[in-house]
């Protein structure tokens, strides 16, 4: 019976790839039970929602304009 | 993925990496047009030395490595006394302390936001999000950025930051619990 630190592992983990079909059993079976980690899950996909929005609402990317100059600048260098 | 000195291509540079540049910057200044100009400055700096590119290292490390020199420059210019060391992750080992006990039973039990959909509409959650990120240990910050923000595959991962993929797991697993409690802790919803 995994308890919730190793259960918590395999869930974060589960957010990337395929479980082996053991693990993904005996954390299924821990999520059945545990009211916890069964939050915990639920936290992860809103913390997975949240980083993709941040992209945007975070702006965590270049505009177009400040693209366009930084560009600029490497080409001047390269050429100059 | 461009490796190898024949393949330096700097405007694929900008094109790769310029937004994980710029997100990892916009962390630490919080101020858009510094952090712009530290890209800008980063890549310029990266052309002057593109011959001390070495193979061991992917142009994502080497160039995070110059944008670090660049930031600890900008902080010495604002008179804040950071050192490169504060920007490379010390060793935190394994240690999972703060959220488990030794019968690995959560300290703080978890439970969830009442509306999160709710959330993303707000400016305050996204003002704690930023600082939660922004409280995040280097390496956290580095992976989780290009992971979960600019979309990268752990396959990736693993090359880019040379880690294995068990590091990868332990340093997602933590940065997800540290975020998480983060945000419970500064966002009421």
Redesign the interface.
């Known amino acids: 019976m995994l ?4 259960a ?2 395999l869930a ?2 589960a ?3 395929k479980l082996p079909l053991w693990k993904n059993m005996a954390l299924q079976m821990h999520l059945l039970l545990c ?3 069964t ?2 899950t ?3 996909h ?10 945007t ?6 505009t177009d304009e ?2 366009q ?3 600029n ?3 001047d ?2 050429n100059g | 993925m461009i490796e190898g000195n024949n393949d330096l291509n700097i405007q694929t540079w900008l094109e790769e990496h310029g937004d994980y540049l710029f997100s990892y910057a916009l962390l630490r200044v919080k101020d858009t047009h510094l952090a712009e100009d530290l890209v800008q400055e980063t890549l310029l700096a990266a052309i002057t030395a593109k011959n001390t590119f070495s193979n061991q290292s992917t142009i994502r490390t080497w160039l995070i490595g110059i944008l670090k020199h660049k930031l600890v420059d900008q902080f010495r210019r604002q008179g804040r006394e950071v050192a490169i060391g504060d920007l490379i992750d010390q060793d935190e080992g394994d240690n999972l302390d703060n959220f488990f006990n030794a019968n690995g039973r959560w300290t703080d039990t978890p439970d969830t936001f009442n509306n999160p959909d709710l959330a993303f509409q707000q400016k305050e959650f996204w003002k704690v999000f930023q600082q939660c990120l922004t409280g995040l240990k280097p390496k956290q910050v580095e992976v989780f950025l290009a992971k979960e923000i600019h979309g990268m595959s752990n396959e990736d991962i693993c090359k880019n930051f040379a880690l294995s993929q068990t590091n990868v797991w332990v340093i997602m697993h933590r940065t997800r619990l540290s975020l998480i409690k983060c945000l419970k802790i500064n966002w009421i919803d």
């Open positions: 308890n919730c630190k190793q918590s592992q974060s983990r957010m990337d790839e009211r916890s980690c939050n915990f639920r936290q992860l809103f913390l997975r929602k949240a980083a993709h929005r941040s992209k609402d975070l702006d965590f990317q270049l400040a693209r100059r930084i560009a600048a490497l080409k260098k390269q």
